[in-house]
Structure formats: C-alpha cells, structure tokens
C-alpha cells in the first residue's frame, strides 16, 4: 500500500526568511504557498523529482507546529508516505502498535487527504500518510 515518500515536512520560522535557501541555494522552484487553516500552518512546496519538500510555517501561536519550533528549532517535523489505501494503511498501522492521532483521515495541503502516527509509537519520527482523492 506504501508505494514512495510524498513529502518531507520541514518546519520554519518563517517562509519568507527559508524559501530563497531552497530557491537560491539549492536551485529548487517554489511551486506554490499554500495556507492550511486546519492545521494552523502556511506551507511552500518544492518538487525534487516525485518527492515534495513541504516548508511549515505556524499561523498560530498554539499550532502543533509553533509548539515544534519552540521545544526543536527549526529542522524536519515529519515524513509523509503515500498509500493507495489510507484506512486499510491506517488498520494495518494501529494493528502493527502505531497510536494513531488521527483515528480517520483529514484533509490537507492539496487537498490530500491526511492522517497522522504519534511519534512516540514510530521510533521517534512523526508520520503522516497520505492520498489523494477520497479513499
Ligand atoms: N517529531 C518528533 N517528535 C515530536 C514531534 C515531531 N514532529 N512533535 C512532538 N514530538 C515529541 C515531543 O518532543 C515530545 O517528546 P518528549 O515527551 O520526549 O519531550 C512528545 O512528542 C510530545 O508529545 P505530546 O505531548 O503527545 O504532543 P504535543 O502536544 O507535543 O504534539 C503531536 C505532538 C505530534 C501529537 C502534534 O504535533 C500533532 O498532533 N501533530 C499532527 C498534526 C501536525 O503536525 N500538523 C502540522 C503539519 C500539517 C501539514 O503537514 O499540513
């Protein structure tokens, strides 16, 4: 059901200040920014073959990503895998000892549809999975 990483999650202070190093540094293209009121956070997207990097910028002091910034500093927040079958991925993840944040997925950036792993159940890393369209 896991078929490639979709994205890396990298959380900043502020995407104005980290995007020119991915632009200006790296050579990479910002495809577009995107505002996630759900999740409390301003993302920018980076295509580096079929693999995203997804820059996090917290809307909101109380944003789970405002609270990462504030107990981490900047630096990568989560891996996203994509899966052709998000609630069978997501049985087989609660089956396997995964405590899941998400019980069912929600939607995100893009309009994919999320869910995330807790990342004291997953060696320390927070996991999202993720699809697109409705299953
Ligand atoms: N990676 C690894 N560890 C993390 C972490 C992260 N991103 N965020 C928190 N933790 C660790 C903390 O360091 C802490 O560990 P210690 O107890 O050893 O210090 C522990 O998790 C805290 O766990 P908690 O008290 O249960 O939870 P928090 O209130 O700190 O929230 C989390 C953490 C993962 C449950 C919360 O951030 C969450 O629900 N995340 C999912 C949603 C999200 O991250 N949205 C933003 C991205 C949206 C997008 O990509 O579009």
Redesign the pocket.
Known sequence: MIDRIDHL?IAVNKLEDAIPFYEKALGLKCERVEE?PS?K?R?AFFAVGEVHV?L?EPTSDD???A??LK??GEGV??VAFHSDDLEAQLAQAKDGGARL?NETATV??GGKR?A?L???STH???V?LCREGKR
């Open positions: 999650g996630i999740q956070v993302t997804e996090l944003s789970a990503v609270k990462f107990s981490h927040h989560h944040i995100g950036a999320i995330f807790h990342p004291k320390g890393v927070l999202e």
